[in-house]
Nanobody
């Protein structure tokens, strides 16, 4: 069974919305509660960069480019994090990866492609 399962990417027109999901089906619930998690994106020819983060205490932070448009959230009962992406722009086109850090142990999702057409 996969440790991290991402879904939700796709093709959308500018101004549209997508919701990315990242689930951790094999993670013990008490461990999941304590994880800091994030979404990163990587566009072709560019470095992977932080999009949004959420701590175990549910504090959130966002890249300036997505503030007011994207929302990161966490559902402990489902062992999942989400990235609600609204008012999408062509420059949001990238592969999006979820990331988790538990006491220095890190893991990445397999990535999901988001393409925004103009």
């Amino acid at each position: 069974q996969l440790r991290v399962v991402e879904s939700g990417g796709g093709l959308v027109q500018a101004g549209g919305s997508l919701r990315l999901s990242c689930k951790f089906p094999t993670t013990i619930l008490s461990t999941f509660w304590s994880m800091d998690m994030a979404w990163y994106c990587q566009a072709p020819g560019k470095d992977r960069e932080l999009v949004a983060a959420i701590t175990s205490g549910r504090d959130t932070s966002y890249a300036d480019s997505v503030k007011g448009r994207f929302t990161i959230s966490k559902d402990n009962t489902k062992r999942a994090i989400y990235l609600q992406m609204d008012s999408l722009k062509p420059e949001d086109t990238a592969v999006y990866y979820c990331y988790k850090n538990y006491q220095g142990q890190t893991d990445w999702g397999q990535g999901t492609q988001v393409t925004v057409s103009s």
